[in-house]
């Protein structure tokens, strides 16, 4: 079974320019996740969809972050402008329901801004 | 949300058994007790959960107190892989959310 897709896997953006990060799910599930992860802490849920509604995106800064999630499969984190506390682990999870009792991680894309 | 308290760091001896302790005195009835953990620059990956009853599985223990007021990980032999940040979550299955809420967790060094 295929993982949790994430690209980039690194991306180095210069303080208010724009960036995306894409997730591809594991095939089938209809929950998906984005979690940011700054260095030293554990992941905080920016937004979670449930097939292509959002469920939950109250930790989600929405004057620059955005993200969505069309037809129920991949979903797009964009970030506009960035600044220098964005700098972070981008990470995509997914589970097959929102009940289901597990769910699987990406690698994360690592951000650097500078 | 309800929290988690996990030690900051715990070291073990390879091929020992470790015993990962999580308080979450504020647990509700409906909120099950997970674990995952995350390897060096990788993603979390589920390790396991219960409701009440101890529970068993390929990697680990879980060892649920009476009153559900705290939790223990077990790793029955510690391997240098075990070596990794594990994370005491409570997700409550009748939120509409069923969001895992991450802590800081506990950092486990396993010495060779």
């Known amino acids: 079974e295929a993982g949790v897709a994430q690209s980039p896997r690194y991306k180095i953006i210069e303080k208010r320019q724009s960036v995306a990060f894409w997730c591809n799910p594991i095939?089938?599930?209809?929950?998906l996740y984005w979690y940011q992860q700054i260095l030293g802490q554990g992941p905080k849920l920016l937004i979670q969809?449930?097939?292509?509604?959002?469920?939950?995106d109250s930790q989600l800064p929405k004057d620059r972050f955005s993200a969505e999630r069309l037809k129920g499969v991949d979903s797009t984190l964009k970030i506009q402008p960035a600044k220098l506390e964005d700098s972070a682990v981008y990470l995509c999870?997914?589970?097959?329901?929102?009940?289901?009792?597990?769910?699987?991680f990406g690698q994360g894309t690592r951000l650097t801004v500078v | 949300d309800a929290k988690t308290t996990q030690p900051n760091s715990m070291e073990s001896n390879e091929e020992e058994p470790v015993h990962l302790p999580c308080n979450h005195s504020?647990?509700?009835?409906?909120?099950?007790i997970h674990w995952y953990r995350q390897l060096p620059s990788q993603g979390p990956e589920y390790v396991i959960h219960g409701l009440t009853s101890n529970v068993n599985n390929r990697m680990a223990s879980l060892a649920i107190a009476e009153d559900r007021k705290s939790s223990t990980l077990i790793l029955h032999r510690a391997t240098l892989r075990d070596a990794a940040v594990y994370y005491c979550?409570?997700?409550?299955?009748?939120?509409?959310?069923?969001?895992?809420?991450f802590g800081t967790g506990t950092r486990l060094k396993v010495l060779a």
């Open positions: 979550i409570l997700r409550d299955h009748q939120a509409g959310t069923y969001k895992y809420i």
């Open positions: 095939s089938g599930h209809a929950t």
């Open positions: 969809f449930q097939n292509n509604g959002v469920v939950d």
């Open positions: 504020t647990i509700s009835g409906t909120d099950y």
């Open positions: 999870a997914s589970s097959l329901e929102v009940v289901n009792t597990e769910a699987f």
